[in-house]
């Protein structure tokens, strides 16, 4: 099992990226939130993975946090939440407004994630309730301090890739980067303020 590894990112379109750990390039899926908070290319990241091995591929997933690790790990055993739903869910919500929801049975907020109905969101409450113990998402010091400008179409363009990975419609998408700032500098705010906005429909 790989549980750790450490690299420099040389690709990012999230929520996949390739990062070069002594010459070898992973592929790694990566939530969305995490991805916001990777400053450039060419910077050195340090990921928690998890190896999900199936009969027709591998696929490695990766988290800035154990937290995030031990998150995921525990939503998966969930039945009717494979990997990707997982990885929504993480990127959709910051660890402590899943630990909330879940605390506080919100199924309005669990099923803001595409793929997860309301009868898939009242089993996570009933299994995960009382057993998930999340840490605050701060103090990430493992993303390097190097800032690369882009111009705001590439941003725009990643941005909307992102949602689309994450199951969000064209319908969606469209009315959200209609309402994103002009000002937006960098794919992380990008990706933030996409969030913020689809969680007020």
Do not use: W
């Amino acid at each position: 099992m790989i549980g750790r590894l450490n690299g420099v990112i040389l690709d990012l379109r999230p929520p996949h990226i390739l990062l070069d750990v002594a010459g070898v390039g992973y592929e790694i899926d990566v939530p969305i939130s995490d991805c916001a908070k990777f400053e450039a290319l060419n910077s050195s990241v340090t990921l928690y993975t998890h190896l999900v091995i199936r009969e027709d591929a591998h696929s490695l997933f990766g988290f800035l946090t154990v937290h995030s690790r031990d998150s995921f790990r525990s939503l998966i055993k969930v039945s009717g939440v494979g990997p990707r739903i997982a990885l929504a869910l993480l990127s959709a919500l910051s660890l402590n407004e899943l630990h909330l929801a879940l605390q506080n049975g919100d199924v309005d907020s669990l099923t803001r994630t595409p793929g997860i109905g309301k009868k898939l969101a009242e089993r996570m409450l009933l299994e995960l309730k009382g057993k998930l113990m999340f840490a605050p998402d701060s103090n990430i010091h493992n993303v390097a301090d190097n800032k690369v400008q882009t111009q705001l179409y590439g941003i725009m363009n990643d941005v909307r890739n992102a949602l689309g990975s994450l199951g969000y419609n064209d319908k969606e998408i469209n009315l959200v980067m209609k309402q994103l700032p002009d000002t937006i500098t960098d794919l992380s705010s990008g990706i933030r303020e996409a969030l913020k906005l689809l969680n007020k429909f």
